[in-house]
């Protein structure tokens, strides 16, 4: 038995029944029937059927933002962004996908050969907690309208949320079955990897469910992509435009109470401004408005879950026996809430937690870079790789630092961010593979080549 509860009062708000592996074993057969019908279907027929979906996403956006909210504590505000962009994704989609897969002709010794793009299967979706509903629809909305069927496993504590997704695909007119919500736990997950039917695995989590997967899909032979989080640097280089810089940087920072993979966790700041970039990050920090998730005023809700919170304390309280120094926060706000004060911690070295781990809650770190060398060093000088931000008004050297700094991504002058119209994922220990744009559409499918004589 699951159970969603709210992170901000404890309240049970839903109880759920997991599948047994017969009833997994039935629903892969009947994703697996409806898929032999969906990818008959024609880029138009699928599209339409998206632009239905994400219609009905902005006209129930209160009720989804609502969900999202009280499943998982963030901000209405931010859960309302969510479904925003969820029907912005659906909407890309239907408009561009039939481009992103024409068949590509390639001129050889053939009278004619080209390379074309087909459906697979079913594709397995496991999906993390702290975007519910985008981390859904980021897996399944390219992978369906390259004509495969999908297949949902999400968090525990956000099921309520995945029993909304399916029910909005059928809503929207899909053939029961496109979309497919599994309830089970993580000791079934192998078993949905292995069967004949699943021809590929997307996970977004953390490096230890990562490696799980990853050897999963090798041993079955199938396909996987991983987005496994991040340590992302922030880089500030003394002619950056300090105000923006500043406060951009704590939005990228304490979104979501800090539990975002792509956002800034090690400020890098020449010397030359880093004082006065501490303390107004210090004065805005202590300035955040903690509350009620639901209320309009409120900036920063709980953290998601009890051991969430323990592990960013832990993280926390072993840096600062380390050398590390709280400038605010550093605490919880109270005993009986999920409640991180908004954290500000300098002194930091590599081997301390708070520099080596991807610290996935409200605590930012603030390091000193010699010069603009020195802070490409520092950004590098981490097992993960996927997301960059640098600040800079010399354009020209912020490309030629671009070109250095190991990430999947890398963001002047703004922070990271995924955008349907761009590619999405990591290098190093952050992952492979990429979801969205055309090379996350190209990640499940057969790239066929057709030779004729």
């Known amino acids: 038995m699951f159970q969603s509860i709210n992170p901000y009062n404890g309240a049970v708000i839903f109880e759920h029944t997991e599948h047994t592996a017969q009833e997994v074993e039935n ?10 019908q969906w990818k008959t279907f024609g880029f138009q027929q699928r599209g339409d059927l998206f632009r239905k979906l994400g ?36 909407d890309h989609y239907a408009g561009h996908a039939e481009e992103m897969l024409k068949t590509e002709i390639i001129k050889t010794d053939a009278g004619k050969s080209y390379l074309r793009f087909d459906p697979v299967g079913i594709i397995y979706g496991i999906m993390p907690w702290n975007f519910p509903f985008w981390q859904a629809f980021r ?12 297949m949902l496993k999400h968090a525990p504590n956000v099921i309520g949320t995945a029993k909304a997704i399916e029910q909005l695909f059928l809503e929207a007119g899909f053939p029961e079955n496109a979309f497919t919500n599994l309830i089970i736990p993580v000791a079934l ?7 004949p039917f699943v021809e590929g695995v997307t996970l977004t989590g953390s490096q230890r469910a990562g490696r799980i997967v990853a050897t999963q899909a090798g041993k079955y032979l199938k396909k996987s992509v991983l987005e496994l989080g991040g340590s992302d640097p922030y880089i500030v280089l003394k002619d950056a435009e300090f105000n923006v810089s500043c406060k951009t940087g704590v939005c990228s920072r304490f979104l979501n109470a800090g539990q975002v993979c792509i956002s800034a966790k090690r400020f890098i700041v ?24 639901m209320n309009e005023d409120t900036e920063m809700g709980p953290m998601a879950r009890p051991d969430l919170l323990e592990n960013i304390e832990k993280q926390v309280s072993q840096s600062v026996q380390m050398g590390a120094k709280i400038l605010c926060g550093g605490k919880r ?6 409640f991180y004060e908004p954290t500000l911690i300098t002194n930091v070295k590599k081997g301390m937690p708070v520099f080596d781990e991807e610290t996935f809650g409200p605590v930012s770190v603030v390091i000193p870079a010699k010069d603009a060398e020195d802070a490409i060093r520092i950004a590098n000088d981490t097992h993960y790789g996927l997301g960059a931000s640098l600040w800079t ?4 050297l912020a490309e030629t630092l671009a070109a250095k700094i190991e990430a999947g991504a890398v963001f002047i002058n703004g922070m990271t961010k995924s955008d349907p119209r761009l590619p999405f994922g990591g290098t190093k220990r952050s992952g492979y593979g990429r979801e969205l744009a055309y090379p996350g559409i190209r990640e499940f499918v057969n790239q066929k080549t057709v030779w004729i004589a």
């Open 139 to 150: 897996a399944a909305v390219p992978t369906m309208m390259a004509g495969n069927t999908f």
């Open 27 to 36: 629903l892969i057969s009947k994703t697996h029937h409806t898929y032999l």
């Open 189 to 195: 997950s192998e078993k949905v990897i292995a069967h």
């Open 55 to 90: 219609e009905l996403l902005r006209t129930n956006k209160e009720t989804f933002a609502t969900l999202i909210t009280t499943e998982m504590g963030k901000i209405i505000s931010e859960s309302r962004a969510e479904i925003e962009k969820c029907a912005w994704l659906c």
């Open 393 to 396: 008004q010399d354009l020209e």
């Open 270 to 293: 020449e010397e030359a401004v880093i004082n006065q970039f501490i303390e107004e990050q210090k004065r805005l920090l202590e300035a955040m408005v903690l509350g009620d998730p």
């Open 333 to 338: 706000r109270d005993n009986k809430s999920l």
